[in-house]
């Protein structure tokens, strides 16, 4: 089914400079946020500026979409509130989301708001968008990690309106299951806070082997992403907007990603092949790029995803050193020098990944003068002292990263003279003896304005107006955002329009046009439900303490075994293999004990076999997305545990997700051990399953360490699957040694070092009625696990108190323990615990 409407270009905007680049390249859309609430905290609108932003947008007719794509914690519930009416109020065109509580809140207080489910929800597949749909949202933002058969799939069975990103920074781990900052700095991804772990260099301990890998230290840093050449079947596969990241990025960025992308889709749209040159892509890799490439676009291949040489934004690889001596550096150009030569002004940098850290200045400067050598070599030459020649060897890579004919490219965009993007007009003129001129003037959006001439029209003395003279006189829009795109006429009989008459109502249709732009959109805002804590309670507390139940999560078989041996109420079965599931699921069932498995986190088209098998199992599910939620709630007599994963942060959001059916849940990561407690009070601490004892799931990623460092195959297909035989993990500049597992889908989650336990906020959970808590295990022998899970079942008993729980701990865990998304600043402000 081909898209009726022309999929939209929409760029990022950090601040006003962006916003107004993002305009004159021509994008259809803006997006940007507020300094809170917005997952790109260190960039953003004040709420005062958003209605003069929005009529700035909307003069240009460029849309205007904000991003409130944080979790939203409790306390912070009726502050939301109150800023969503006030968004509405300023006439945005749309809200992007991620928490589902917050999808349903703002839907509730501003019912004709668009709202968007952003790429934070980890959406990968039909069902997913399907449950988003339901929830209220009116677009959906696919996860970076799908392919354009995976989209097109998506579209063709649910005809939605998406959105996915085509140039950018690439997150290693799906966006909204990145937990590293949370672990390792106290902060948060899915608030804004993002550490950028990723971008660290590791070490690749396999088999607690360090392997070699030349200068590929940076393990989980992808390139950037580039699908300029592939605009053309993205138009075909559906998408309805296509979004350039980069809401940190300068205006210089956004105005040639915007341009290339404007041109790219019109293009496309047209019929017409790409115009695009490989001078502008190259512009695009020096404006900003750690090397740009389709990557999951196109399909999965491990062997391009990370190259690992670098973490940062290097421009363009301009030559290569062959020599150098005291007073300049002899190199062999890099093809890019053919696009454009490397030239006296240009800042370059001289890259040796093999002895360079992340913490010392590398050399460069800007180039004094460039000496062109018969053999097709350069001499480049540096002001005095600008250069310790000393630090440079031959093999180091050039990179330029800095061209001051990229100044000159950016500049119209940047500083216009008069508009650049112009809106393109239709007018229809109706002409006639003794009537006025009435004339019609009408935007791409359907919005219109009529002039009419003041007095009827005469008789023609001598030649009559034409459709042709009508053309010319109200296509001369000059410095206006405007620019007549189609004229038609219906002209009776032969009469007379002065130049002055046709002058004053082209100015009159302008004035009307923006006026009618500007005006802000007229929305009915509906109060706010009441968002205090005793009215957030789904029901009371049952009197008295309910019995405590210990559910472990095991991950291979000697595990297992030991999990039966310690008889807890129930195992939970996280197996990268599925034909070793079933047999496992009996053997539990063997031994008198529940049984459940647990759920991938991401489920793409064409992997509906693994939800149909765990159907099959008949046992209660451990839900780990959306998507698979959205397919398992109709089953029956199923029970439905929702996990992690699901991004659980407050009790609108817990509410929502056991309305449509949940028995439990779990919250995220996000959460400390007060906020847990909090939720727990409101939604009744017997639907709440607290993870007690864990190794933080950190990054859970597409890209495969296995596939790419321990083969040379390029997907599972291929890969000879190393991830059965060893066991890797990565080992951070800390000396800390993360595990790393591939799940039933081949994706690779790396777990924190340390065990993450709660023995510190075990007396407080029960206290506040919590009775389920769950035990995961990553590397742990079947010796750990049962020295753990036999500590935490005296704890339960009362024969241990949570002092010598954590004493005990400390002594099994192995590679130590943490509080980690558990701990509670000193200056924590708790919300009201409601008995």
């Known amino acids: 089914m081909p898209l009726a409407k022309k999929p939209e270009v929409m760029s990022p905007a950090g601040h006003w400079p962006q916003l107004h680049a993002a305009i004159e390249a021509g994008a259809d859309a803006c997006y940007f946020g507020l300094k809170h609430f917005s997952a790109r905290a260190k960039v953003g609108f004040e709420l005062s500026e958003l209605p003069e932003a929005m009529r700035t947008l909307h003069r240009r007719g460029v849309r205007g979409y904000l991003t409130f794509n944080t979790l939203v914690f409790e306390h912070e519930l009726a502050e939301a509130a109150r800023v969503i009416a006030a968004i509405a109020e300023a006439g945005v065109d749309a809200i992007i989301v991620q928490d589902i509580g917050v999808l349903k809140l703002a839907r509730q207080i501003a019912p004709d708001l ?38 097109a799939a998506i579209y063709e069975k649910t005809h939605a309106d998406l959105e996915i990103f085509v140039h950018g920074a690439l997150c290693v781990a799906y966006s909204g299951q990145c937990f590293s900052s949370e672990a390792w700095g106290g902060r948060s991804a899915n608030r804004g806070q993002c550490a950028q772990a990723c971008r660290l260099p590791y070490e690749m301990l396999v088999d607690g082997v360090t392997k070699p890998l030349a200068d590929a230290r940076y393990l989980l840093s992808p390139g950037d992403l580039s699908a300029l050449r592939h605009v053309p079947q993205i138009v075909a596969a559906g998408v309805s907007c296509m979004k350039i990241e980069g809401r940190y990025k300068d205006s210089d960025y956004v105005a040639l990603t915007t341009r290339a992308y404007r041109q790219a889709v019109d293009d496309a749209w047209a019929g017409r092949a790409s115009s695009i040159s490989a001078r502008q892509e190259l512009q695009l890799e020096q404006v900003y790029s750690r090397g740009l490439g389709p990557y999951f676009i196109s399909g999965v291949n491990h062997q391009r ?41 240009d800042g370059v940098v001289f890259d040796a990944a093999d002895w360079r850290s992340p913490q010392e200045t590398e050399e460069g400067g800007r180039v004094y003068h460039v000496t062109p050598r018969l053999d097709g070599t350069l001499e480049l030459n540096f002001a005095n002292d600008a250069v ?23 500049r119209p965009f940047l500083h216009p003279a008069a508009p650049v993007a112009k809106q393109p007009l239709a007018v229809h003129v109706a002409a006639a003896l003794n009537r006025p001129l009435a004339t019609r003037w009408t935007l791409p959006s359907g919005l219109f304005v009529t002039v009419e001439s003041p007095a009827p029209l005469s008789a023609a003395q001598n030649r009559g107006i034409t459709e042709e003279s009508l053309r010319e006189q109200f296509a001369r829009l000059g410095n206006t955002p405007y620019e007549l795109a189609e004229l038609s006429a219906e002209i009776t009989g032969s009469v007379f329009l002065p130049a002055s008459l046709a002058n004053r109502m082209r100015r009159e ?5 923006e006026q009618l732009q500007s005006r802000p959109a007229i929305r009915s805002i509906h109060p706010a ?55 496992s699921v009996e053997r539990v069932r063997a031994a008198g004990l529940q049984v459940r498995v647990a759920s991938p986190r991401i489920l793409k088209p064409g992997e509906s076999r693994i939800v149909q098998f765990l159907a099959s199992l008949h046992c209660p599910i451990l839900v780990r997305s959306t998507g698979i939620l959205h ?47 909090t939720l727990a009070a409101s939604i009744g601490p017997e639907q709440l399953e607290a993870i007690a004892y864990q190794h933080l799931p950190v990054f859970h990623t597409e890209h495969c360490v296995f596939c790419r460092f321990l083969s040379t195959g390029t997907t599972y297909r291929d890969c000879g699957r190393p991830c059965e035989q ?61 020295y753990v899970a036999s500590a935490f079942q005296a704890f339960l008993a009362g024969r241990i108190n949570s002092v010598q729980l954590g004493g005990e701990l400390k002594r099994y865990a192995p590679a130590g323990v943490t509080e980690g998304s558990l701990f509670v600043p000193q200056d924590f402000e708790r919300f009201p615990i409601l008995q």
Not at 120 to 142: K, N, P, Y
Not at 656 to 665: F, P, Q, S, T
Not at 745 to 770: K, L, P
Request: proline letters at 5%; charged letters at 25%.
């Open 388 to 410: 310790d020649f000393r630090r440079i060897r031959a093999g180091d890579l050039v990179w330029r990263t800095h061209d001051p004919d990229l100044d000159r490219a950016v």
């Open 529 to 583: 439900p009441d968002l205090r804590p005793e009215k957030l309670r789904r029901k009371k507390r049952a009197p008295g303490a309910a019995r405590a139940q210990l559910h472990l999560l095991v991950r291979n078989s000697e595990q297992l075994e030991a999990a039966i041996a310690a008889k807890p109420d129930s195992i939970t079965l996280d197996y990268l293999d599925l034909y070793g599931l079933r047999p």
């Open 726 to 786: 060893h066991r890797v993990a990565l080992r951070d500049p800390e000396g800390r040694a993360h595990p790393v597992i591939a799940d039933v889908g081949c994706r690779n989650t790396v777990f924190g070092a340390e065990a993450q336990e709660a023995s510190a906020h075990m007396d407080a959970w029960r206290a506040v009625g919590i009775c389920h808590f769950r035990l995961e295990f990553v590397h742990e022998s079947a010796h750990q696990l049962q």
């Open 631 to 677: 397919t398992f709630r109709d089953t029956a007599g199923q029970p439905l545990i929702g996990d992690f994963s699901l991004n659980t942060a407050n009790a609108l959001t817990a509410g929502a997700y056991l309305e449509l059916g949940l028995d439990r849940l779990t919250p995220t990561h996000d959460l400390n051990a007060a906020q847990i407690s």
């Open 114 to 151: 668009e709202l968007h489910a952003s790429t934070q929800t980890s959406i990968t597949s039909a069902e997913g968008v399907e449950f988003a749909l339901a929830q209220g949202a009116d677009r959906v933002t696919l996860a970076r990690e799908l392919s354009l058969e995976e989209v």
């Open 305 to 345: 995803v990370v190259n690992g040489r670098n973490p940062r934004h290097r421009g363009v690889h301009i030559s290569t050193v062959i020599a150098v001596a005291d007073t300049g550096v002899s190199v062999q150009p890099a093809p890019a020098h053919e696009l454009a030569p490397l030239k006296a002004g």
């Open 509 to 513: 249709a302008i004035e009307k046009l």
